[in-house]
Nanobody, 126 residues
Framework: QVQLVESGGGLVQAGGSLRLSCTAS????????MGWYRQAPGKQRELVAS???????NYADSVKGRFTISKGNAKNTVHLQKNDLKPDDTAVYYC????????????????????WGKGTLVTVSS
């Protein structure tokens, strides 16, 4: 079973910075994507940024130029550096991992694995 542990949330003033970290523990054959989603009160969960196994990154338009996702030195660790934070960035941020079993990776079985962290609250005051 894979577990995702997030850290780095908190309260920050508008214009400030925070760095979120997520580490996955447990056994998984292949990690395909690690990323961050967020959910603000009354809104749907949305993708913030993701990092794929081939090194490509994807960002929500609302965070481009302000947030940077990167792979950590430790195995299955991902960071999200958030600069120039705005009150609209206030949300619970969730780490997400998409992966495969060996059978799925080789195409013997359909489907994929997906895991979520418990979330870390980021509050940006104006």
């Amino acid at each position: 079973q894979v577990q995702l542990v997030e850290s780095g949330g908190g309260l920050v003033q508008a214009g400030g910075s925070l760095r979120l970290s997520c580490t996955a523990s447990g056994s998984i054959f292949s990690v395909n994507v690690m990323g961050w989603y967020r959910q603000a009160p009354g809104k749907q969960r949305e993708l913030v940024a993701s990092f794929t196994s081939d090194g490509s990154t994807n960002y929500a338009d609302s965070v481009k130029g302000r947030f940077t996702i990167s792979k950590g030195n430790a195995k299955n660790t991902v960071h999200l550096q958030k600069n120039d934070l705005k009150p609209d960035d206030t949300a619970v941020y969730y780490c997400n991992l998409e992966g495969s079993t060996a059978a799925q990776a080789m195409g013997v079985e359909d489907g994929s694995l997906e895991y979520w962290g418990k979330g870390t609250l980021v509050t940006v005051s104006s």
